[in-house]
């Protein structure tokens, strides 16, 4: 006989599975309480699996609203968060065409940035509305 580890039931050697690096040969817990641990973790990997997922919430939550709004939400955001650095109206710009930094005119630059501040703009109407 043997006593369970899990369940302190004493159970006979029957009762425990084959374990060569136990000292008796025997597993420490009884083969139901090895039955046991191994659903609950079936069922915790289960519950990992269906758990949605931080990319999972925001691709539902931006999917009722189009590409633009999700655009322009972020990027006002950005601006409003920071300055709006000659780089980083270069790196807006570069984002959507194959320009490279260094080739775009400053007059686009100040163009872009006009575009970025007016989007902020109405970031915050928006804001004021709700
Ligand atoms: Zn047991």
Redesign the pocket.
């Known amino acids: 006989m043997k006593t369970?580890?899990?369940?302190?039931?004493e159970?006979s050697l029957d009762?425990f599975y084959r374990n060569k690096r136990s000292s008796d040969g025997r597993a420490y817990?009884?083969k139901?309480?090895k039955k046991l641990a191994r659903s609950k973790d079936v069922s915790r990997r289960d519950y990992e699996k269906r758990k949605p997922t931080v990319s999972a919430y925001y691709k539902e939550r931006y999917a009722s609203g189009g590409d633009e709004s999700r655009e322009a939400s972020r990027l006002a955001a950005k601006a409003a968060s920071g300055e709006l650095s000659d780089a980083y109206i270069r790196r807006l710009i570069t984002q959507r065409s194959s320009l490279l930094p260094k080739n775009i005119p400053s007059s686009l630059v100040a163009v872009k940035r006009l575009q970025v501040q007016i989007l902020r703009l109405a970031k915050e109407i928006n804001d004021e509305k709700c």
């Open positions: 369970c580890v899990r369940c302190r039931q159970k009762s817990a009884c139901e309480c």
